[in-house]
C-alpha cells in the first residue's frame, strides 16, 4: 500500500514563499504521476500541478508562473515552490499518487494546510 506523506504547509504573508514536499512509500509498481491538489473552505477539490514520469509538468493556470513542481517519480519525491502567494491560494493541499499497475490505483496524503494572510 503506498503511503504518501506532505510537508511544509503553514503560514505565508502575500507575495511570500511557502515550499511543499511529499514522499511516497510502500510503492511496488513505478509511479506514473505525482499531483497537488487543494481544496479551500467550501470549495470543490482542485488539481493544482502534476510531475509525470516522463518528467513534464502541468499546471492550472491560476499558478502558472508562481508555482513550480520539482522531483521525480522515479524517486517517489516531489516538492511544490509556491511563491508570489496570494490569500487565495489558502487550501488544504493534498498529494495524489497515481501508479502504473492495470488498475492505475491513486493514492492520497492526508494534506498540510497552507494559510495566506492579506
Known amino acids: 500500500q503506498v503511503q504518501l506523506v506532505e510537508s511544509g504547509g503553514g503560514l505565508a504573508q502575500a507575495g511570500g514563499s511557502l515550499r511543499l514536499s511529499c514522499r511516497a512509500s510502500g510503492v511496488i509498481f513505478r509511479l506514473n504521476a505525482i499531483n497537488w491538489y487543494r481544496q479551500a473552505p467550501g470549495q470543490q477539490r482542485e488539481w493544482v500541478a502534476r510531475?509525470?514520469?516522463?518528467?513534464?509538468?502541468n499546471y492550472v493556470d491560476s499558478v502558472k508562473g508562481r508555482f513550480t513542481i520539482s522531483g521525480s517519480t522515479a524517486e517517489n519525491t516531489v516538492y511544490l515552490q509556491m511563491n508570489s502567494l496570494k490569500p487565495e491560494d489558502t487550501a488544504v493541499y493534498y498529494c495524489?499518487?497515481?501508479?502504473?499497475?492495470?488498475?492505475?490505483?491513486?493514492?492520497w496524503g492526508q494534506g498540510t494546510q497552507v494559510t495566506v494572510s492579506s
Open positions: 510531475m509525470h514520469s516522463s518528467g513534464s509538468t
Open positions: 495524489n499518487a497515481v501508479d502504473a499497475s492495470p488498475w492505475s490505483r491513486n493514492y
